[in-house]
Each structure stands twice: as structure tokens, then as C-alpha cells.
């Protein structure tokens, strides 16, 4: 168990938990939800001129990458920045439960994702995402709400304790996660601005509420009755 700690703060296991079991099930189980649901089109004029590009599928599936890496790099940064961010990402996910089940959506007007004939890896990467993630519930993009939080995450850390490089690398490779959704036609424009409105709407929310103090409350309860164990 040290070996993981040494990666993964210990503070940080019960709000992570907490997370990844709500995000798979906003996922996945809020499609049995919307299934047999009228579905909305959201497209506007400007999504019919964004071509398909399939190269942008590489972005795409590189930002399970930077996911991965955010969220890591935020939680060792101490319990505040921690709960603070868990407790932020947790609120913009249940607000999407919400947004999903009431305002289902999908590719299901004038933009569709197109056939992909191509025997290139970038073609052949598209059609395995195109099997793999159903056109629906789009807005707003969870894609486009995960890296953008990863990236206004780094605002919890105190400034002196940034990194500018890392600051500026999350930001621009945020803004080619939003490119790569449109233009390999998983999401239509307006997903991109419903996932960036949610980060901010979000973190918004967990600054008046203080919610993360509940992580902090239930640490504090675990760590004392830690120190009654290792006392008795």
C-alpha cells in the first residue's frame, strides 16, 4: 500500500472512488434512461462547414492522456486543491446527469457522422471510436467538460506553486481536445461551449458552497479513527 500512496495520496482514495463510480454510470447507465427518449439536434450552420478531419481522432483519444495526468497532477497538491477539484467535477457531472436525462441529444439532423472508408490509421481509429461511443447525449460534451476542468483545476493551486509550462500546454491542448470533437464529427459546436459553461458554472457553484469541506469532514473523521487504532 505505500507504493500506491507514493502515487496516489491516501487522502485522495475514497473522493476518487467516488468519482470514477459516478462518471461510468453517468456514462454508460444514464443511456437506459434516454434510450427510447426523443432525442435533439443542436447543430447550426456553422457545424456544416467544419470538414472531417480524421487526423483529429489522434487529439481525441489523447486527452484520456491528459485526463489521466490532471487529475494527477492536481490531487498531489495537497487535500484542498484535491477536494476542491473532486468536489467541482463531481458537481458539473451531476448537473450533466440532469442535462442529459432531460435534454437528450444526439447527431440526428443535418450533421451525421460520416462513412469512414479509409484504410489509414487515423480512418481506422475513427471507426473504432464510431463503435465504441454512440453519437448521443452530446450536450454538453464531457470530452470538452474534462479537459477544460483539468485546466481551470490548476487555478486551486496557489500561483506560486503552478507551473506556467504545464498551465500553458493544459490550456492550448484543451482548446485542440474542442477542435478534434467537431471535426471528427463525434460533437457539434455547441457541445464545445455547453462543456466549457459547465466547468465554469461548476467551479462557480463549489467556491459559494464550499462543498469540498465534506472530503475534508469525512478525512478528518477517517484519520482520527486511524490514530485511535494505531494508539489501541
Known sequence: MRKIYSIIPKYSMIPLAILVAFH????????????SLKHYDFSIGLDLLIPFIPAFIIIYVL?????????????????????????????????????????????????V?????????FSKLTSLIYSLDEPNNLFPSLHCFASWMCFRGIFYIEKEKRSKGYMIFSCVFSILVFASTVFVKQHVFVDIIGGVALVEIAILIENLTGAHRIFLALDDKLSSRG??????
Do not use: N
Open 63 to 111: 486527452a484520456f492522456a491528459q485526463w489521466g495526468y490532471g487529475i494527477y497532477y492536481l490531487i498531489s497538491h495537497g487535500r484542498e486543491v484535491c477536494f476542491k477539484f473532486i468536489a467541482a467535477t463531481l458537481i458539473g457531472e451531476i448537473i450533466c446527469l440532469v442535462i442529459f436525462i432531460a435534454v437528450p441529444t444526439a447527431l440526428c439532423g443535418k450533421v
Open 227 to 232: 490514530g485511535q487504532r494505531k494508539e489501541s
Open 24 to 35: 461510468l454510470s453517468l456514462f454508460y447507465l444514464s443511456r437506459l434512461f434516454t434510450d
Open 113 to 121: 457522422q460520416p462513412e469512414v472508408t479509409g484504410s489509414d490509421v
